[in-house]
């Protein structure tokens, strides 16, 4: 197999959707022999790469958990896409219109994290269930949470938490530097609270369209050069903007070093400056090791000659979880009925098992420790795997007020 041929390919393969495993949509009511699902992301606008691998993702899920017949207690499994724009007023108002026009059973989403806080009030004013996948904040399972919403996704606090695992050492002293907008400023903030030993001199917040990290880039500077011991600036991106330009600024002159979470393959290539680099990560192909995922590599390389991405394997626990809870159902799409039965479910993802914590429907979940090693052969900086950090022994918080 050849992965570094992967990174071209890697985003026009992630917008074919597997056509063939798609029914065709017609609008109206669903017929008691259908289980409509409405999957609400991304399709275009800043976080149009990551949509698209989830709804990549997503299908080729729903068509291992059903053995390829996509149908579930004898009814079909239709799919309907709606493309929110990573607008959040555009999002909202296609799910209301999933739910309640297209008679969507369960809906699936989105892309931006800013987006779900605006469908959360959706899915409780119409009682039916929001999967979401794969947005991060903590607030979405915090204190905006309704009974509604349940997440495959991680949180900010897993990423935070896996993340404090590399960095957290005693003679450390960290800047952040995130995107002002949930996703950046609940991602800084659990960050915060994981971190026990280290010390965090400065919070850096960039608009989500920034391409000129400069002026950002000084003042995380200033605050770090005259620190003693190991200086790091800790970086939470999304889309598009590459804010490791600033390792362009001599950071080695001050002695400063980058960290950040995993990411796409195409982001990974800027990885490549940075071996040793260590971090955590919520999904890179060639670390699980389990049979949900040596069947997403490589039915995923047969079909895109590449291999899955980030959101590829968080588009497949979504269709797992939903296939999973609609079997134990024997198909009953009944809110309540559902509800009750994913609470506590765990079920098997390409990251291993997951499992619905009751108290806030988050999935708890593998992360994985990496260092970057730099290999020819590949595109981008390779995370190769040092830990393997489970569930139980990340303390994760429940934030809501339920």
Do not use: C
């Not at 949180?155 to 995130?178: E, F, R, Y």
């Not at 960050?191 to 391409?211: G, M, S």
């Not at 002695?255 to 940075?274: D, H, V, W």
Request: glycine content about 10%; hydrophobic content about 40%; cysteine-free.
């Amino acid at each position: 197999m050849k992965h570094w041929l992967a990174l071209s390919g890697v985003a026009a393969a992630t917008t074919s959707l597997l056509l063939a495993a798609t029914p065709v949509l017609a609008q109206g009511a669903g017929s008691g022999k259908e289980i409509r699902i409405a999957h609400v992301y991304s399709k275009t606008g800043p976080l149009e790469a990551y949509g698209k691998q989830t709804a990549t993702g997503f299908m080729m899920g729903l068509d291992y958990a059903t053995g390829g017949t996509m149908m579930v207690a004898g009814k079909k499994l239709v799919v309907i896409e709606k493309d929110d724009q990573g607008k959040p007023d555009v999002g909202k108002s296609l799910l209301a219109t999933a739910y309640g026009d297209d008679k969507a059973d369960i809906a699936v989403g989105p892309t931006s994290s800013g987006v779900a806080l605006a469908m959360l009030p959706v899915a409780e004013e119409y009682k039916k269930i929001l999967m979401v996948e794969p947005a991060v904040a903590d607030s979405i399972t915090g204190d905006k949470w309704n009974k509604y919403i349940f997440r495959t996704g991680r949180n900010s606090s897993q990423d935070a938490i896996s993340n404090a695992v590399a960095l957290d050492k005693p003679g450390t002293t960290i800047a952040t530097l995130a995107q002002d907008y949930a996703f950046g400023r609940d991602g800084v903030k659990a960050f915060k609270d994981a971190i026990k030993k280290a010390k965090i001199v400065h919070e850096e917040y960039l608009p989500t369209t920034t391409t000129d990290f400069t002026a950002g880039a000084q003042r995380l500077i200033d605050k770090l050069k005259d620190q003693p011991g190991r200086k790091v600036i800790f970086i939470i991106w999304a889309g598009a903007g590459n804010p490791f330009k600033i390792a362009d600024l001599d950071l080695k002159r001050h002695g400063i070093e980058i960290s950040s979470g995993g990411n796409i393959l195409p982001a990974m290539t800027a990885y490549k400056q940075f071996p040793g680099m260590e971090g955590a990560s919520y999904y890179y192909f060639g670390m699980p090791k389990n049979p949900v995922n040596e069947w997403l590599v490589a039915n995923h390389y047969k079909q895109f000659k590449a291999p899955p991405d980030f959101f590829t394997a968080g588009g497949m626990s979504a269709a797992i979880a939903i296939v999973e809870a609609l079997k134990k159902t024997n198909g009953d799409t009944n809110t309540n009925k559902l509800i009750k039965t994913m609470e506590g479910m765990s079920f098997e993802t390409p990251k291993g098992k997951m499992t619905f914590r009751p108290e806030d429907h988050q999935a708890m979940q593998s992360m994985y420790h990496f260092k970057i090693k730099v290999d020819p052969a590949f595109a981008w900086g390779v995370p190769e795997l040092v830990r393997e950090i489970k569930p139980e022994e990340m303390q994760v918080p429940i934030r809501n007020r339920r």
